[in-house]
């Protein structure tokens, strides 16, 4: 699976950034996808994550109510809309897959595939 994640910048707080994530090399709806995050000198930790067909959704309590998780099985595409940000979001976005749902969506050791990151900077 190949995943290529983009759509970051630089944005002031309070500003909205959508991510896309495209995915390729395996068919799209058998893959759990998730969003993690990592900021400078912190470990990597997760976002969001929806289950194959959509209809079940997860969130990290630090982005809940403020980013929303979809996916478009049809054209292998997964996005996360980010509203209302802060600067405390800034961190390079990772789109992440795997096949199992193993112990659960929370988990970055649990994904097998990962896509290459893209920035996001939330500053005045």
């Known amino acids: 699976v190949q995943l290529q994640a983009s759509g970051g910048g630089l944005v002031q707080p309070g500003d909205s950034l959508r991510l896309s994530c495209a995915a390729s090399?395996?068919?799209?709806?058998?893959?759990?996808m998730a969003w993690f995050r990592q900021a400078p000198g912190k470990e990597r930790e997760f976002v969001a994550a929806?289950?194959?067909?959509?209809?079940?959704?997860y969130y990290a309590d630090s982005v809940k109510g403020r980013f929303a998780i979809s996916r478009d099985n049809a054209n292998n595409t997964l996005w996360l809309q980010m509203n209302s940000l802060k600067p405390e979001d800034t961190a390079v976005f990772y789109c992440?897959?795997?096949?199992?749902?193993?112990?659960?969506?929370?988990?970055?050791?649990?994904?097998?595939?990962w896509g290459q990151g893209t920035q996001v900077t939330v500053s005045s």
């Open positions: 929806i289950s194959r067909g959509g209809s079940s959704t």
């Open positions: 090399g395996r068919t799209f709806s058998y893959l759990i």
């Open positions: 992440a897959a795997k096949r199992y749902t193993g112990s659960g969506y929370y988990g970055a050791k649990d994904y097998e595939y």
